[in-house]
């Protein structure tokens, strides 16, 4: 019998070939009881190819020189009770430090991470979901035609969730069929995740939305219209569209043609450069505003119209960069120089502005920026759902990237 206190704290299965008898396997059962400072004290039980116990007793197992005792199969991955045991610390001690949280000392925080990296400790997201009641999932939600808009998010979405111990669920969600709110909440209800980055136009869609209130599920909006009561990371398009049209209009240009997209940044981009319009008495011209969808095809039959007017514009701002690389091959297969028969710009800077010649002129908007700290929204709880507070919202700053496709409008056009 063990003296008391008799304290279980694991079990393992280890298999062994006797050397008495058949060649059967046995296995060694073993329960870790006290110490006497040589190794672990443990009750044994052999059992026999048909789980029979054969023999017990009491036995200790090895220890390494560092005083740890050997109590799992050789080359088994290390145990959270195996990091607890090297840094010193109690085993949820290791837990907080392994899951970022910020109430754990620095000295204990770096012995703690100096056994993780030691032992190559590696957690099992299913144990630490069960033991903390989080899944350490993250969903980033797109349905957007736009790749270079996705990638973008998908990237600083990434790189956050990795630094914090979290891992990120991507899903696409067909808008066809009317079936959204059906896709959403059957994710939902598999992955349980512990907060949602939605990217437009999932961020103003009503359904999800109201699927995502009704599931207490934490969420952060990018660049959404406004009016939402959720937590939302944005830029100032506004401010970015007029700024970029006060460089057209610094460059001599005052017949500029606007193509739209189908979103609602798009009605704040064309809000800004109204404003700049309007601020250097600059009449809008209707005529020059086309419809796009913030597809490159769209881009094409906008330039086309815009093009086929009696007096085409000088400059073209397309409210995304794919529309804007539209513009810019139409105009090329029509034999119109750019910049110096058209300005061109875009928005977004996506990787493709630079991909064309000329290089695209454009607004770099912080996709990557704005990914990470909807993470970090997220994980510090501040996008949780509260009635009594206003929805917290984010704007990060905005770039204006100048490159080829804009000059002065040439003084006469054949």
Not at 153 to 160: E, H, W, Y
Not at 173 to 190: N, P, R, Y
Not at 388 to 400: G, I, M
Request: neutral net charge; proline residues 6%; hydrophobic residues 45%.
């Amino acid at each position: 019998m063990l003296s008391a206190p008799y304290r279980r704290v694991s079990f393992c299965l280890v298999r062994r070939i006797s050397n008495d008898g058949p060649m059967l396997p046995r296995y060694l059962a073993s329960v870790q009881g006290k110490s006497d400072g040589s190794g672990q004290l443990c009750q044994t039980e052999t059992l026999d190819g048909a789980n029979r116990v054969i023999r017990t007793g009491l036995t200790q197992s090895p220890v390494h020189e560092e005083g740890e005792a050997v109590n799992k199969r050789a080359g088994a991955p290390a145990t959270i009770i195996d990091v607890a045991r090297r840094a010193g610390v109690s085993i949820k001690t290791v837990s907080r430090v392994v899951n970022k949280e910020p109430t754990v000392h620095a000295d204990t925080r770096a012995r703690v991470q100096e056994a993780v990296d030691a032992l190559n400790y590696r957690p099992q997201l299913s144990a630490r979901s069960l033991a903390g009641a989080k899944s350490f999932l993250i969903g980033l939600l797109y349905y957007d035609p736009s790749a270079a808009f996705v990638a973008g998010v998908q990237r600083g979405a990434t790189l956050r969730c990795r630094e914090a111990g979290r891992h990120l669920v991507v899903e696409s969600v067909q808008e066809s069929g009317g079936h959204v709110q059906a896709q959403l909440e059957s994710m939902l209800a598999a992955l349980r995740p512990d907060g949602m980055i939605l990217t437009p136009p999932l961020s103003d869609d009503p359904a999800i939305l109201e699927a995502l209130r009704a599931s207490r599920t934490p969420c952060v909006l990018i660049s959404p219209g406004e009016g939402h009561d959720m937590a939302s990371v944005r830029m100032d398009d506004a401010l970015a569209a007029e700024e970029l049209t006060n460089l057209l209009i610094s460059l001599g240009h005052t017949a500029i043609a606007f193509i739209e997209g189908d979103q609602s940044a798009s009605d704040r981009r064309r809000a800004g450069y109204e404003r700049a319009l309007k601020v250097h008495r600059i009449p809008v011209d209707p005529a020059l505003i086309v419809p796009g969808s913030f597809e490159f095809d769209s881009g094409v039959a906008a330039s086309r119209r815009l093009f086929a007017l009696p007096h085409p514009p000088t400059a073209i701002f397309a409210a995304n960069d794919d529309m804007a690389l539209g513009a810019l091959a139409t105009a090329q297969r029509m034999g119109i120089a750019v910049p110096h028969d058209v300005a061109i710009v875009g928005f977004d800077d996506s990787q493709t502005a630079t991909l064309v010649w000329p290089e695209l002129t454009t607004v770099r908007q912080p996709l990557a920026e704005m990914a990470m700290a909807a993470v970090d929204m997220l994980l510090s709880g501040e996008a949780r759902l509260d009635a009594h507070r206003a929805a917290p919202v984010r704007v990060l700053p905005h770039e204006v990237v100048v490159r080829g496709s804009t000059a002065a409008p040439a003084k006469r056009r054949g």
